[in-house]
């Protein structure tokens, strides 16, 4: 049974995160190749939708670069697991479904439906997840900004006329974890089940 740690492949990596970056193809295939794994979450992304306007080389190179290095790098036989978006759509409708015809309208969205297209074409046993507004009480997401902003008596600006179902992390976790149990494979939607407008999710997040 093979035994490495991720400090036995980059001795030089002192973030206990175990941070890799995924268009580095030579340090992603170190680690494929030591690990051999059987299955990817690819859940890396750049996913600032202003900054994929701005720095458009940078937002290809992850979110669809990235992604080209984990087919590459990987053995035929180990499946991709991929997290898409909601924004591959229009936002014309309050909520989609599998089989609703994408046609994004920001970089992001178009970056991100090329990387499913990129997946669906490569012939790999894959999975495909569009979820939307993931969040939770650590790290950056659009949650933490809210609360820590009204709890410093910061004004913001939300937007009203953008709407989405908020999806916990913990719950798209265990939806990730039963698909692998189930050996799920295909393109699935998953996200929350209320759907609200960001500035109804910001005042509900007001009253926590």
């Not at 002192?14 to 494929?32: S, Y």
């Not at 992850?62 to 080209?68: F, S, T």
């Not at 229009?90 to 046609?103: F, N, Q, T």
Request: hydrophobic share 40%.
């Amino acid at each position: 049974m093979l035994n490495l740690r991720f400090q036995d492949i980059f001795p030089n990596y002192i973030d206990h995160n175990k941070k890799l970056d995924i268009t580095n193809i030579n340090d992603l295939e170190l680690v494929v190749e030591a690990f051999s794994p059987d299955l990817i979450i690819n859940c890396a992304a750049f996913t600032n939708v202003d900054l994929n306007e701005e720095d458009r080389l940078t937002a290809y190179n992850i979110n669809v670069g990235g992604l080209a290095n984990i087919i590459k790098s990987s053995n035929l036989n180990t499946k991709i697991i991929h997290i898409s978006t909601d924004y591959v759509f229009d936002g014309s409708k309050r909520s989609y479904r599998e089989e609703d015809l994408p046609c994004p309208l920001s970089y992001y969205g178009k970056l991100k439906l090329e990387s499913e297209n990129l997946l669906r074409s490569s012939n790999r046993k894959s999975l495909i997840i569009r979820t939307s507004v993931i969040f939770s009480h650590k790290k950056n997401n659009f949650f933490t900004w809210v609360f820590n902003s009204l709890k410093n008596n910061k004004i913001i600006n939300v937007v009203h006329d953008q709407t989405s179902n908020p999806t916990w992390v913990n719950s798209l976790s265990e939806t990730i974890k039963v698909s692998i149990d189930s050996d799920l494979c295909g393109l699935y939607h998953f996200a929350g089940h209320d759907v609200m407008s960001r500035f109804e999710f910001a005042l509900k997040i007001r009253h926590m």
